[in-house]
């Protein structure tokens, strides 16, 4: 495996399996598409004109891929303002494998997320930019008052945050809970292994495309560290 490592993007092609870059290869319009969303047509159009690079070693491609979000969140950031959101973990989950995740006071978080945690299956999960799944304890209790049997780490999430305006969450947002830094990428598509979350096993609830503001959403680790409960939690541009 190529193992590029760059320090302007944080990417490390040692992570990556060929499994892990082809999905992401796969996905790269989507990626591109959660940085930008929302943004000005103009900032849009002129972010997109120049096509990703595409080399016959994917780990170059997909270096290229990462390193081209990394500088879109950077172009948005000089041309809009956003506002800093300001929060806390509510709690933190980690499992061997499946959902829902248990409980957990503290959560050393590494490259590859939450030390001890595993997804059972890796087809639709652990890409290094699904390092870490984060939701909101405000929009649990949305769904809740629904009807919805939901509880924090039922969906699988690690981090679960309030305080913060889920709605306007979006890909390349910097989120830093004391020396921890993460860079959120996407959000997570839901699917039947967290049907017992909704009435009627209706996943789609959560669904990013049908119910924008309602998704979990995965993060990178720019910078590992431990987390606790209660810990404050900033996002910024």
């Given at each position: 495996m190529?193992?590029l490592?760059?320090?302007?993007?944080g990417?490390?092609?040692?992570?990556?399996?060929?499994?892990?870059l082809?999905?992401t290869?796969?996905?790269?319009?989507d990626?591109?598409?959660?940085?930008l969303?929302?943004?000005?047509?103009?900032?849009?159009?002129g972010?997109t004109?120049?096509?990703i690079?595409v080399?016959?070693?994917?780990?170059?491609?997909?270096?290229?891929?990462?390193?081209?979000l990394?500088?879109?969140?950077?172009?948005?950031?000089?041309?809009?303002?956003?506002e800093p959101?300001?929060?806390?973990?509510?709690?933190?989950?980690?499992?061997?494998?499946g959902?829902?995740?248990?409980?957990?006071?503290?959560?050393?978080?590494?490259q590859?997320?939450?030390?001890?945690?595993v997804?059972?299956?890796?087809?639709?999960?652990?890409?290094?930019?699904?390092?870490?799944?984060?939701?909101?304890?405000?929009?649990?209790?949305?769904?809740?008052?629904?009807?919805?049997?939901?509880?924090?780490?039922?969906?699988?999430?690690?981090?679960?945050?309030?305080?913060?305006?889920?709605?306007?969450?979006?890909?390349?947002?910097?989120?830093?809970?004391?020396?921890v830094v993460?860079?959120?990428?996407?959000?997570?598509?839901p699917?039947?292994?967290?049907g017992?979350?909704?009435?009627e096993?209706?996943w789609?609830?959560?669904?990013h495309v049908?119910?924008?503001?309602?998704?979990?959403?995965?993060?990178?680790?720019?910078?590992?560290?431990?987390?606790?409960?209660g810990?404050?939690?900033?996002?910024?541009?």
């Amino acid at each position: 495996m190529n193992a590029l490592i760059c320090d302007g993007c944080g990417f490390d092609g040692s992570r990556w399996s060929s499994d892990d870059l082809d999905r992401t290869l796969a996905h790269a319009d989507d990626l591109v598409g959660y940085v930008l969303e929302g943004a000005a047509a103009t900032l849009v159009a002129g972010a997109t004109a120049a096509p990703i690079a595409v080399d016959r070693d994917p780990v170059v491609s997909a270096h290229a891929l990462m390193h081209r979000l990394d500088e879109l969140a950077i172009t948005r950031r000089a041309a809009e303002v956003f506002e800093p959101m300001v929060g806390r973990i509510d709690s933190l989950q980690a499992s061997g494998g499946g959902v829902p995740k248990a409980s957990i006071p503290v959560a050393e978080i590494g490259q590859g997320g939450v030390l001890g945690d595993v997804q059972r299956h890796r087809r639709h999960h652990g890409r290094p930019w699904q390092a870490i799944c984060l939701y909101s304890s405000d929009v649990i209790g949305a769904l809740r008052a629904e009807g919805h049997p939901i509880v924090a780490g039922g969906a699988g999430e690690n981090l679960t945050l309030s305080g913060i305006d889920w709605a306007r969450m979006r890909g390349g947002l910097t989120i830093t809970i004391g020396d921890v830094v993460l860079r959120t990428s996407s959000p997570a598509a839901p699917c039947t292994n967290i049907g017992d979350c909704f009435t009627e096993r209706h996943w789609n609830r959560i669904d990013h495309v049908e119910h924008p503001g309602w998704a979990r959403w995965y993060a990178s680790v720019l910078s590992g560290g431990t987390v606790s409960t209660g810990d404050g939690v900033t996002v910024s541009a």
